[in-house]
């Protein structure tokens, strides 16, 4: 199964929670498709902690730590279903 729409748009669905990965959905997609979501969980990854957030502000360190959280979590999910499926990613 080919990505729906834009990749970059789904791993930002994933950092906001609005999407998870699991092994079985996994199953979907090629090795391509499972590397180019790595790419892009790393580019949305990158921009969370780029972001400049006074450290007054707790609500929103909680929100990116969340989000950077759940990117995180899905790319080990990611990692550990090519390294069983021996996929080169």
């Known amino acids: 199964m080919a ?3 834009n ?6 669905d994933i950092a906001d ?3 998870a990965l699991s092994p079985p ?3 979907l997609y090629t090795p391509a498709d499972l590397k180019i979501i790595l790419a892009h969980i790393g ?5 969370l902690r780029g972001e400049k957030i006074p450290l007054e502000d707790i609500l929103a360190l909680k929100s990116r ?3 950077l959280s759940r990117l995180n979590q899905n790319e080990v999910v990611i990692r550990a279903f090519c390294k069983k499926h021996r ?3």
């Open 3 to 5: 990505i729906s729409g």
């Open 43 to 47: 580019i949305v990854g990158r921009e």
């Open 17 to 19: 929670g609005f999407f």
């Open 7 to 12: 990749p970059k748009k789904l791993a930002q």
């Open 87 to 89: 996929y080169l990613v």
């Open 65 to 67: 730590n969340s989000k």
């Open 25 to 27: 959905m996994l199953k």
